[in-house]
């Protein structure tokens, strides 16, 4: 189970980063700055997509969570290690940041 | 459900896997935009330029408003690799607002300019707002020639200082040429200049009409002959072009018209917003101040890229349609209809074939 604290956090998108759907793809295009190579468009699966849209600096992570879960039908539990893995991930390149 | 993460993605991988998924379901996933046909070097050889100050030109084009409409339009379809060209794109004054509202729109953007209008300001705003490639014109080697090919004084320099603004904020700038009768001698060095400043380059010597259906710039065209000897003067060049033709052999006949990305996954806007197939297509042309994007590209350019070939058509059972040049866009330059072709361009390709191709038989 994760840290109650942690499912308390709320986290805000950077607006440097374009989030683009094409194809079966969904992308984050960071527009300023990040782009001194181009390995840096980053790919998310469908899941990650989705967590992407819902985070919104007003959701929880205990509730984006519980959202993920009922959407692609898991565990609140497991859903909720995915996104805290996802959500660090973001954070490392800059897509998110905690407020 | 897969777990939620950041896959490790090459770009090329990832290039790849797009292009392939637009072309099969049909995604306008790369757009040209001529922001203006107007520009401030008269080259000998252009196919479209206008002069700068040109008025009525300059009424035909859209504002940063429409161009911002249209943006929005073209991302929504699925847009994600823009070109934006001119004419010289960098003679309107609203150049950088029209760069970034597209860049903020998560577009990745190749610029092509001739360089001579770059100021640290703009470079230093392009460094903030990185293009994914920023593509310069060089017309020589030495100012004499550059300046014979582009008619102003003094723009030799101005390139020369904008390439460098580019580089001091490690811009990925391509470095590139037409070749042209007047500055085919200095190609070599050309190429020794980009490789000094360590960036790419390239050159096409394929040159045609103007837009308006002046020959004008054939007056500067290469022959065949040259071409094919300039690519069988460099070894690299010479292996390029034999393994391409090892492995690019059209075994069945082709009556497809548009063999190439245009209305397929590729699109063109010209200054005044018509939407068409290509630079050189520019009929049918869809007038998107009064059209939708959706519909024109689901309409009139899905119509306009099923077009077949004539079977008479000398293209239909060519072995080297692949590699060569001749398109619609060729055919109505040069003949004045889209299934007309290109003596040159063909000539070309039946030079090289004979040079290249290891089963060439006459």
Redesign the interface.
């Known amino acids: 189970m994760q840290n109650n604290d942690y499912l308390e956090k709320r986290f805000s998108k950077n607006p440097d980063m374009v989030f683009r759907q094409i194809a079966d793809e969904c992308l984050l295009v960071p527009i300023r700055h990040l782009t001194a190579d181009l390995d840096y468009i980053y790919v998310l699966n469908p899941v990650a997509g989705r967590i992407w849209e819902l985070i919104d600096g007003q959701r929880q992570v205990r509730d984006i969570a519980d959202q993920i879960a009922a959407e692609f039908e898991v565990s609140p539990q497991e859903a909720a290690k995915d996104l805290v893995e996802l959500l660090g991930q973001l954070q490392e390149i800059g897509g998110v940041k905690e407020i | ?7 490790e ?3 090329s991988e ?1 290039s790849q ?2 292009k392939a ?2 072309a099969a ?1 049909r ?1 306008p ?1 790369s757009g040209d935009v001529e922001l203006t046909a107007r520009c401030n070097l008269r080259c000998v050889h252009c196919f479209i330029n206008q002069p700068v100050g040109d008025k009525v030109v300059r009424g035909q084009e859209l504002s940063f408003t429409e161009w911002a409409r249209l943006i929005d339009k073209v ?1 929504a379809a ?1 847009c ?1 690799w823009l070109l934006i060209s001119g004419g010289e794109p960098l003679v309107r004054p609203d150049f950088l607002d029209i760069y970034s509202y597209a ?4 577009l ?1 953007i190749t610029l092509f300019t001739n360089g001579t209008l770059l100021t640290p300001e703009i470079a230093d705003h392009l460094a ?3 293009p ?1 490639s920023v593509e310069v014109t060089i017309y020589g080697h030495t100012r004499k020639t550059y300046e014979a090919v582009t008619g102003v004084p003094g723009s030799f320099d101005r390139c020369r200082r904008g390439i460098q603004l580019l580089l001091e904020r ?1 811009l ?1 700038v391509t470095l590139k040429t037409m070749l042209l009768t007047l500055n085919a001698p200095e190609l070599e060095d050309m190429i020794a200049w980009a490789q000094g400043l360590g960036v790419q380059f390239r050159f096409d010597s394929m040159v045609g009409p103007r837009l308006d259906g002046s020959t004008q710039p054939c007056g500067y065209r290469l022959p065949a002959e040259q071409v094919v000897a300039l690519d069988l003067s460099d070894k690299e060049r010479s292996r390029e072009w034999r393994k391409l033709f090892r492995n690019n052999r059209s075994e069945l006949a082709t009556m497809e018209l548009f063999q190439c990305g245009a209305g397929r996954s590729g699109f063109y806007i010209d200054a005044s917003g018509v939407l068409s197939l290509c630079i050189m297509v520019r009929e049918p042309g869809i007038p998107l101040t009064r059209n939708s994007f959706k519909a024109g590209w689901e309409g009139v350019l899905l119509e306009a890229r099923q077009q077949q070939r004539p079977e008479e058509s000398p293209c239909v059972t060519c072995a080297w349609l692949k590699l060569c040049s001749q398109c619609p866009g060729w055919g109505l330059a040069e003949q004045g209809s889209l299934e007309g072709v290109s003596e040159y361009v063909c000539r070309t390709t039946q030079l090289r074939a004979a040079v290249f191709d290891a089963n060439h038989h006459p």
């Open positions: 459900m897969g777990c939620a993460h950041l896959p993605t090459r770009y990832l896997r797009l998924q637009a379901s995604i996933i991302v699925g994600l860049k903020e729109r998560g990745l903030r707002w990185r994914f490690h990925p």
